[in-house]
């Protein structure tokens, strides 16, 4: 409908309500004068009647100017709520508008004093957050993307250009594209897993898995790099199955990215540790570290995608670790906690529930 068609909600209540209101007072006159008179006429006979016709037509008229008025009174008064109504829409309307031309990221500020109108604002508040988050979310990826894009393709370039001035032979320039392009994919192939995990799209069916094995195996792995970088690892985990619905690629990319993280930002002689517990409410999985911590202002943004904390740019990766384990937990159900001090080590807390559907289940 164009702008022309609108019509206010002023306009729409007393276009409805004033003949409405006139229609009901003749109505509601005419059916009273009709049974007064004949309720006259049964009383005092067809004799009598012709006798009081007078005084019961002034008395028809004084009720026809009593409902004249009553008229008046309700069309002021239709007018008076359609005005009362409509003044808080517009005043909502025009906040909203202002916000827009502002393209603020501030909260509406429009208490309208309707409770429904109230919750409108909320709701338009909460979409509003909503939306400014998701539109942070993609600058920072945007911006991250190009940065972190930029060393790969800037490699395949050079060798490119080299390989044309014959400063290098094929087989090297081959070699360096290659490596180069396998980052640029492996950054591909991480964000198109990420989405993936939180639309809780899977490519393959759950199945129940011994998540203590996979924990235990993908912790082995990083025991070396552990004895490398001069740190301790301690793991514990439950000496029995641990049975868990999930799929085994994605569990142990969770406690790989999980212990990676852990032993990256660990000084040497520090130590990590990954603790595995389970009962018959789930499953807790913990890995702390005695590394350089995550300021407190910062644990909010640790699970974007590409984010990485100031102190941390030095440290080669991606910025995607993080953004993985947290869409994995996503898919299953789990919830994930950080607790961190800076200087003192950080900690992660994840929870599996009961209903994610493999807990009390035999492992095959």
């Not at 309707?114 to 988050?133: T, Y």
């Not at 102190?311 to 993985?324: A, D, F, I, Q, Y």
């Amino acid at each position: 409908m164009s702008s022309s068609e609108s019509r206010t909600i002023r306009r729409i209540v007393n276009e409805a309500g004033i003949p409405l209101l006139a229609a009901a007072m003749m109505v509601s006159g005419g059916v009273a004068t009709c049974l007064g008179a004949k309720l006259l006429l049964g009383r005092l006979g067809p004799e009598a009647f012709p006798l009081v016709v007078s005084d019961y037509v002034w008395i028809v008229l004084w009720v026809l100017l009593a409902e004249a008025a009553c008229v008046g009174i309700g069309v002021a008064a239709f007018c008076m709520v359609s005005r009362r109504l409509s003044r808080p829409l517009e005043r909502l309307a025009s906040a909203v508008d202002a916000l827009e031309r502002r393209h603020g990221r501030e909260e509406l500020d429009a208490d309208t004093g309707i409770a429904e109108l109230d919750g409108l604002a909320e709701s338009f508040n909460r979409q509003q957050a909503v939306r400014m988050r998701q539109s942070d979310e993609i600058r920072n990826i945007a911006r991250n993307v190009m940065h972190d894009l930029r060393a790969p393709v800037t490699n395949i370039y050079n060798e490119a250009d080299r390989l044309s001035h014959s400063l290098v032979s094929g087989d090297e320039a081959a070699a360096s594209v290659m490596a180069a392009s396998r980052a640029i994919l492996a950054m591909v192939d991480a964000n198109a897993e990420i989405s993936r995990n939180y639309g809780g799209v899977a490519d393959s069916a759950a199945e129940v898995l011994d998540f203590s094995r996979i924990v235990r195996e993908s912790a082995e792995m990083y025991s070396v790099v552990a004895e490398e970088r001069g740190l301790r690892l301690d793991i514990s985990v439950p000496g029995g199955p641990v049975p868990f619905s999930g799929h085994d690629a994605k569990l142990r990319r969770l406690v790989a990215n999980l212990l990676d993280n852990a032993l990256k930002f660990t000084e040497e002689g520090g130590s990590v540790s990954l603790r595995l517990a389970a009962d018959e409410k789930g499953a807790l999985l913990s890995v702390s570290d005695t590394g350089c911590g995550i300021p407190q202002d910062q644990i909010n943004c640790i699970y974007e995608r590409f984010y990485r904390c100031p102190g941390s740019r030095s440290v080669p990766g991606t910025g995607l670790g993080l953004s993985m384990v947290h869409s994995i937990v996503e898919l299953y159900g789990g919830r994930i906690e950080c607790h961190s001090t800076e200087g003192e080590g950080t900690t992660f807390d994840i929870t599996f529930p009961l209903h994610n559907g493999a807990f009390g289940h035999p492992v095959e």
